[in-house]
């Protein structure tokens, strides 16, 4: 759950704010949750809706959520570059709108399907499809091919 609120907010402190204040309206609400067939996907959708709010509440005030950016670029043969990279994921998942972004996170971080995305979201199944192939386009266009990173050569691949 954290990484869901980490990814729909960009930022650890808020994201521990989200989950907290999630997990304290589910516990309040217990009986109604422990019924559900799936108390965890339950507990999800507060966490979606929350971020939601949260969004929505900034927007309207003219503020965004803090998103650190990275300074300069890592070198390709850096073991860490993986951390550069995951930090332009989260920017750039953070430069879609938050319903698309909201689709892109339950599909791939949770990997639910079209249906269960459409029915936790209120939505159909052709929008949440529409917004996951939207949301991918712009994905992959603000993030770096992987083709412009040259992949470091071993020594073992140098002695053939």
């Known amino acids: 759950m954290f990484r869901t609120a980490y990814v729909l907010t960009g930022d650890a402190h808020t994201a521990e704010d989200l989950l907290q204040e999630a997990l304290e309206k589910a516990c309040r609400h217990w009986r109604r949750v422990c019924r559900?067939?799936?108390?965890e996907a339950y507990v999800r959708r507060i966490v979606v809706n929350l971020a939601n709010d949260r969004w929505r509440r900034l927007s309207r005030a003219g503020r965004h959520w803090p998103v650190s950016v990275a300074e300069g670029h890592a070198d390709p043969s850096d073991a860490y570059r993986s951390v550069e990279l995951r930090d332009?994921?989260?920017q750039a998942l953070h430069a879609l709108p938050m319903g698309m972004r909201t689709v892109v996170v339950l599909h791939y971080l949770h990997d639910l399907a079209d249906q269960e995305i459409?029915?936790?979201?209120?939505?159909?199944a052709g929008a949440v499809r529409s917004q996951l192939a939207r949301g991918l386009a712009k994905l992959r266009?603000?993030?770096?091919r992987e083709e412009e990173t040259p992949v470091p050569v071993t020594s073992c691949e140098r002695a053939r």
């Open 36 to 39: 559900t067939d799936a108390p």
């Open 88 to 90: 332009e994921l989260v």
């Open 118 to 124: 459409a029915q936790m979201l209120g939505i159909s």
């Open 141 to 144: 266009s603000a993030l770096p």
